[in-house]
């Protein structure tokens, strides 16, 4: 028995969450919004496998999950960046301000 | 001795937290995306706790092992201003505006969260087994699926790096 | 896994807190120990070997036969003056040497030296030292852009996609093995193989791919263009001097062929099983060591046998050679081990590894001689063609 309330961990996910959020929206490097995407992800990977744990059945179904949300997030960070280096490669920038023409 | 697993709880939730907000306030791209590293290995450290060790290694393996160093690929290869810090940090106004619902919203979020009091449960040994069966027997097809996204994901960031004249 | 927290008391029953810290003390000594006095070992092995194969003495001057030759080596790497470009990012600089090293530390916490003598017997073993192999990836792409230098850029990058790219082969022969094993954890695997029925006799494809692919993992010759002084000025490591190189180079590297080693030696040679060890277990220690200086042996000898591959080369060999190798393998393992009944399936496996090594061996040299026939054919036609006058 962990001598750890389940609230805390939720209390921490939710925290790194919102976080992450703040960044995407206040951010306006293209790299450090997926940074801050992958810290959201991360958050609900932690309140998945805590919920998991404490309801403690037979499969664990929140880490299958996790597992899952590893291989999206790993796919999702390859397209992103093969994005934001293709636009690097139309216009030399990576603010997200400046890369609103679809043509070029 | 009780106290130990709380004590290691609060030094790994620090190391996460700090780590995000490290990520979000730094001014240097890089700094950004190293600290991004450190909270990723600090969350492993918090699955551990949870006795999910197994995915606390895969944690490490490949958000650390493989996405920060694609992370800093990424920053290292779309350098504009050499010399380190951006212009501007922040949006002035925009900023304000973001945060104050957001931090609202999170504040009663860490409330409601905080109300779970129940303790998180330990089985005996590990959660290696479980994981595997699960995995491979009752959600062997979505794995197979994932294995395909993959597959896509590559072949769609080189089909979209690749340079036209090729 | 035991809940953090909980306080066992020592050995001869000393007190819980004193048994911790002096747990933190013995394995602060440990590496040290082991660590630095292996590199050290290893450093005067492969300059005395070097010597042996190129017909002269080697450092002899040194203490008897050259014992002391690395000491005083490390002691001239401290006492070098920490010369350092302005332009250089501080903290990333600094660390990365420690970044390197610490998972290289970190992963000899589980290395099987004996039955009981173990820091931990983790039931993720193998997971656990696939995943410090991924982050030490991480110190080289630090400390190739800190150095604030085009060359180091380059050169860290490339380290790290060949890095990267010999995981892939690397983890997939350590499934190849634990599929038949049951097991990721290590005592397991090392005690599955009672007696002569080594891995290295079922599965040599997979020892076969995995030595070479850890020969990449750790930058050894033939993979070694990141550290080459030739190439890029030396790479990721150029800016750094003195005892920054040293842990970089002899440390960590070394460190990380002995954890290699290791590894083999308990998925593929039978760790620390030898004659007598039954009765007097501390005996495995000596077993263990003695199986794992005969692979260090063997990465030095390719290290003076081979040259080096281009980047191009390294990575054409990685994705269009090797993991197909390791593909093909894991997919046989496991339907061959699925379909027959015990002990068949070992031997049909053992059939089929053998023929996929005599395969590599037979059919690269092959195919390589038939592609640069067909390059020359190639090249002589261009010339022929430019040569000739137009018509």
């Known amino acids: ?84 280096l293709a636009a690097y490669r139309n216009q030399p920038t990576v603010e997200v301000d400046e890369i609103h023409e679809l043509k070029g | 001795m009780d106290f130990i697993a709380p004590l290691i709880f609060v030094i790994l939730a620090a190391i996460v937290v700090a780590g995000g907000l490290a990520v979000v306030l730094l001014p240097r791209i890089t700094g950004s995306a190293l600290s991004m590293g450190l909270s990723f290995l600090g969350m492993a450290g918090l699955f551990a706790l949870l006795g999910a060790e197994t995915i606390a290694f895969f944690q490490v393996l490949i958000y650390v092992g493989a996405i920060t160093v694609l992370i800093l690929y990424g920053v290292m290869l779309t350098r504009v201003a050499p010399a380190g810090a951006d212009r501007r940090l922040f949006f002035q106004k925009q900023a304000g505006w973001a945060l104050v619902p957001l931090t609202f919203v999170g504040v009663v979020a860490t409330v409601f969260a905080l109300s779970f009091q129940s303790n998180v449960v330990q089985q005996p040994g590990g959660d290696l087994e479980p994981l595997a069966n699960a995995v491979f027997r009752d959600y062997a097809f979505p794995f197979e699926v994932a294995s395909v996204l993959l597959l896509a994901a590559m072949i769609g960031a080189i089909a979209l790096v690749k340079r036209g004249d090729d | 896994m035991s809940p953090p927290g909980v306080l066992v008391p020592g050995p001869f029953g000393i007190d819980p807190l004193v048994w911790v810290v002096l747990r933190l003390l013995i394995a602060v000594l440990l590496v040290v120990g082991l660590i630095f006095n292996g590199a050290l070992l290893q450093i005067l092995m492969e300059r005395k070997l070097q010597a042996w194969a190129q017909d002269r003495v080697g450092p002899y001057h040194v203490g008897p036969w050259g ?50 003598v173990q820091g931990i017997d983790i039931n993720i073993g193998l997971l656990y030292l696939s995943s410090l192999g991924a982050m030490g990836v991480l110190g080289i792409v630090i400390a190739g852009w800190a150095s604030n230098n085009k060359y180091s850029l380059i050169g860290g990058l490339r380290s790290a996609g060949q890095l990267i790219s010999y995981e892939v082969p690397q983890i997939l022969s350590l499934v190849t093995v634990v599929l038949l094993a049951g097991s990721l954890q290590l005592t397991k695997i090392a005690t599955a193989q009672p ?123 990685c994705w269009k050679v090797l993991i197909p190798l390791t593909l093909t393998n894991l997919f046989v393992t496991a339907t061959l081990k699925v379909a027959l009944p015990a002990p068949w399936d070992l031997i049909a496996i053992g059939i089929l590894n053998w023929g996929l090594v005599a395969a590599f061996i037979v059919l690269i040299p092959r195919l390589q001689r038939r592609r640069l026939e067909r390059l020359r054919e190639r090249l002589r036609t261009e010339r022929e063609r430019t040569l000739a006058p137009t018509a």
């Open chain 3, 67 to 116: 014992l002391l030759q690395t000491f005083a080596d490390a002691l001239k790497l401290i006492g070098k003056e920490d010369v350092r470009s302005r332009f250089t990012d501080a903290a990333f600089f600094l660390t990365a040497p420690a970044i390197t090293f610490t998972p290289m530390v970190a992963a000899w916490v589980v290395i099987p030296f004996a039955p009981g």
């Open chain 3, 195 to 317: 007696g002569l029925q080594l891995n290295l006799f079922i599965l040599p494809a997979a020892f076969l791919t995995y030595f070479i692919a850890a020969l990449a993992e750790t930058n050894r010759t033939p993979f070694d263009l990141p550290e080459a002084e030739s190439e890029l000025v030396a790479g990721y490591l150029t800016e750094y001097s003195g005892m920054r190189w040293g842990t970089f180079l002899a440390l960590t590297e070394y460190g990380n062929v002995t954890i290699v080693s290791s590894i083999m030696t308990t998925l593929w040679l039978g760790g620390w099983n030898g004659p007598l060890v039954d009765q007097a277990p501390i005996l495995g220690v000596l077993w263990f060591t003695l199986k794992v200086y005969v692979i260090i042996v063997a990465f030095m000898w390719i290290r003076l046998t081979l040259p080096r591959f281009r980047i191009d080369q390294l990575m054409n060999f």
């Open chain 1, 1 to 84: 028995m962990l001598s750890v309330p389940l609230g805390w961990f939720i209390a921490v996910s939710s925290a790194l969450f919102f976080i992450g959020a703040a960044g995407v929206l206040v951010r306006r490097n293209a790299v450090v919004i997926l940074m801050c995407v992958e810290l959201m992800l991360n958050a609900a990977n932690l309140a998945l496998v805590a919920f998991s744990r404490r309801l403690s059945d037979a499969t664990p179904r929140g880490s299958v999950f996790v597992i899952f949300t590893f291989v999206i997030a790993a796919a999702e960070v390859a397209v992103g960046l093969a994005i934001v």
